[in-house]
């Protein structure tokens, strides 16, 4: 098999977002779009001839097609071992995993993460760089400037592999290894946490349904909750992964997650709860009639790392994206460590992470990590949770009082308004950009305004400059208004709109958070003027 070289012209828009380049299906499916995108990577990629590459994705449609497709490239352009999950299947995280363990240039990942799936749904791809995780900046520029200049790609005429075989095979010059895609993801856990209390946990009657949503975690759940720690068959519902996710949207969170809702807030309803979305990087947990924020799993998981094996000496330093509630930081006040407020996207996470600075941050899009791999890690967040549980001897309810009554409580909440038109978004926020520098000291529904900017970041450690990442609005009592627009959705603009509430100790902690939140919700939309803007009167997603 010789590599032949195709001519192809420059598509527009194959800018990557927070987290690669997501589009619908269909977009996907021209001709030599793809081989446009991954030919303006491998161009980009230092060292990548002779090197190692890991290959796979959620396994939502179009992923096995676009996988051979890489594959052939990679041939091409002279990579010498190709680490692909079999059927083409790595959950974000355990493709991390890999990347970090096989000694990988880095990695390429199909998903659109918690988009819908099928034909007329949504795929993606993004980099990995050679830590495990997301592409910098200086890399996506890069890729993109690339995309739009690339003339030609390179690619093997051959036919297409068996990716359902475990074991070695050739092509071209490159070695393929299909890898069982659980194996090393499940190894590694195996190591972090105290997997004895755990299986404890669940001999003595502790009810949990982890709900897969018909995505990617649904064998790495099933192997490790209910073959390793003994969970009983039929724990993880759903898990059965679809290249449509069975018509659904493989996002955790409590508009998505219907039926492990309504069982948690149920008759008999089980102990715990949690769900994972649809590359396996994210997670929602609940308690028996207990909805945990994504905010406050962080801080609450913080506050209790040390009962975790991996953190059994301390956590070195905390990180969250900037829209993330401050709980966290309240409780890395109280341990003296450091707590770092970055833009949104894991990439911001890495450096930190890798320099040692932090080793647990979390986002409040439903992502949680640590330092085993460098991305958010949805069933890692999961068993972090029931070891945490079984150190304690405590409910969910019970734990969540416990750290209210500690630290305050910070009611938190979202709402997206989804496909705007972008001319209309970006109107929006350019307005109330212009609005900000004159907000300090005025009264706002009944709250006096303390600060208002446009966060931007300087990272610690490398020095580079984000600008730009969402604007903000603070009040004296502590809450808090933030605006931005997302770079996660395929079509229009997302604005994304965040409102958080400190309750102090001793405060109104049992309140319900929309009824706490309604207030700083109907402000936030009248600042901005929403309607004016969009036409909407309610957010598409509320959470």
């Known amino acids: 098999m010789v590599p032949v070289t195709c001519p192809t012209t420059p ?15 269909k977009v996907f499916e021209q001709p030599r779009y793809l081989e446009n995108f991954v030919q303006s990577i491998f161009d980009c990629v230092d060292g990548l001839s002779g090197a190692t ?40 995280p355990a493709a991390s995993c890999v990347i970090r363990k096989r000694g990988a240039i880095g990695g390429v990942i199909l998903s659109a993460s918690h988009n819908p799936g099928g034909p007329d749904g949504d795929f993606g791809i ?29 690619t093997l005429e051959s036919p297409d592999l068996d990716l359902d075989r475990l074991g070695g095979t050739a092509l071209g010059g490159m070695a393929v290894e299909v890898i069982d895609p659980v194996a090393d993801y499940a190894e590694l856990m195996e190591s972090l946490f105290d997997m004895a209390a755990i299986r404890k946990l669940f001999a003595s009657g502790f009810r949990m349904v982890f709900d897969a949503m018909h ?9 490790i909750l209910e073959r390793r720690l003994g969970a009983p068959a039929g724990t993880v519902i759903n ?17 998505h997650a219907e039926e492990l809702v309504e069982r948690l807030f149920g008759p008999d309803a089980p102990d715990f709860g949690a769900a994972s979305d649809g590359d396996g990087d994210r997670n929602m947990i609940l308690g028996r009639n207990v909805f945990v924020s994504p905010s406050d799993s962080l801080a609450v998981l913080a506050a209790n790392a040390t009962h975790v094996p991996a953190f059994k000496g301390g956590l070195a330093g905390v990180a969250r994206s900037m829209p993330t509630s401050r709980a966290v930081d309240r409780v890395a006040a109280k341990l003296g460590i450091s ?34 791999v460098r991305e958010k890690d949805g069933l890692w967040a999961v068993l972090m949770w029931l070891n945490v549980l079984a150190a304690r001897g405590l409910s969910v309810a019970e734990l969540m009082a416990e750290h209210w009554g500690t630290y305050g409580r910070t009611y938190y909440g979202r709402h997206d308004y989804e496909a705007i038109p972008q001319e209309a978004a970006d109107a929006l926020i350019a307005e109330l950009r212009g609005t900000l520098p004159g907000l300090a000291g005025t009264v706002l529904g009944g709250r006096t305004v303390a600060a208002a900017d446009e966060f931007a970041y300087t990272d610690p450690v490398d020095g580079s400059r984000s600008e730009r990442q969402g604007l903000r609005v603070g009040f004296e009592d502590g809450s808090r208004i933030v605006y ?3 770079g996660t959705g395929t079509s229009g603009a997302t604005l994304r709109v965040y409102f958080e509430r400190y309750e102090p100790v001793g405060g109104e902690h049992g309140l319900d958070a929309p009824v706490a939140l309604k207030p700083l919700a109907d402000l936030a939309a009248e600042l901005a003027g929403i309607e004016r803007h969009t036409g909407r009167t309610k957010p598409d997603v509320a959470t």
Request: glycine share 14%; aromatic share 8%; net charge neutral.
């Open 339 to 372: 707590c770092y407020e970055t833009p949104t996207g894991w990439k911001f996470f890495g450096t930190l992470l890798d320099a040692g600075r932090i080793n647990l941050c979390g986002e409040e899009s439903f992502g949680t990590g640590a330092d085993h």
């Open 53 to 92: 590459l890991v290959i796979g994705g959620d396994g939502r449609y179009h992923n096995r097609t676009a996988v051979q497709t890489i594959l052939r490239m990679a041939a091409a352009n002279g990579v010498a071992r190709a680490v692909v999950g079999r059927g083409g299947i790595l959950s974000t």
């Open 126 to 154: 993004k980099f990995n760089a050679a830590n495990g995780g997301p592409a910098p900046e200086s890399m996506t520029d890069a890729f993109f400037a690339r995309s739009k200049a690339i003339t030609e790609y390179r």
């Open 215 to 223: 995505a990617v975690t649904g064998p790495y759940a099933t192997e």
């Open 11 to 25: 598509f527009d828009g194959q800018k990557p977002g927070t987290s690669g380049l997501r589009k619908a299906v």
């Open 484 to 486: 931005r627009l997302s």
């Open 239 to 255: 898990g059965t992964p679809l290249e449509d996710f069975g018509g659904h949207h493989p996002d955790p969170n409590l508009a």
